[in-house]
């Protein structure tokens, strides 16, 4: 499977909103499950949400509230709607995206700068 590309991230204010976008251009087999995860400096990736096939949604406690992630239409992209951004949201935002065939594979990833 090819590598999920991540799009949308940038700098916003505290209190503002960033729509990051993730899709696979290719894809042999179904895809079973998408997500964002982040990564601040100097901390662990930590899970911010993920979507099963069938539409289930799970969201980190942090974002529950100001984060909605969601399928597109083509069901191959997935979207990030991050609003009321906290500068604690700062980090690098990572796409995850899970096959049929139990592949996983990570995208390269975007920046998320929120200023206070």
């Known amino acids: 499977q090819v590598q999920p590309v991540e799009s949308g991230g940038g700098l916003a204010q505290s209190g503002g909103s960033l729509r990051l976008s993730c899709a696979a251009s290719?894809?042999?087999?179904?895809?079973?499950?998408m997500g964002w995860y982040r990564q601040a400096p100097g901390k662990q990736r930590e899970l911010v949400a993920t979507?099963?096939?069938?539409?289930?949604?799970n969201y980190a406690d942090s974002v529950k509230g100001r984060f909605t992630i969601s399928r597109g239409n083509g069901r191959d992209a997935v979207y990030l709607l991050m609003n009321n951004l906290e500068p604690e949201d700062t980090a690098i935002y990572y796409c995850?995206?899970?096959?049929?065939?139990?592949?996983?594979?990570w995208g390269q990833g975007t920046q998320v700068t929120v200023s206070s």
């Open positions: 979507i099963s096939s069938g539409g289930r949604t």
């Open positions: 290719e894809s042999f087999f179904s895809i079973t499950a």
């Open positions: 995850d995206i899970t096959w049929a065939n139990g592949e996983s594979r």
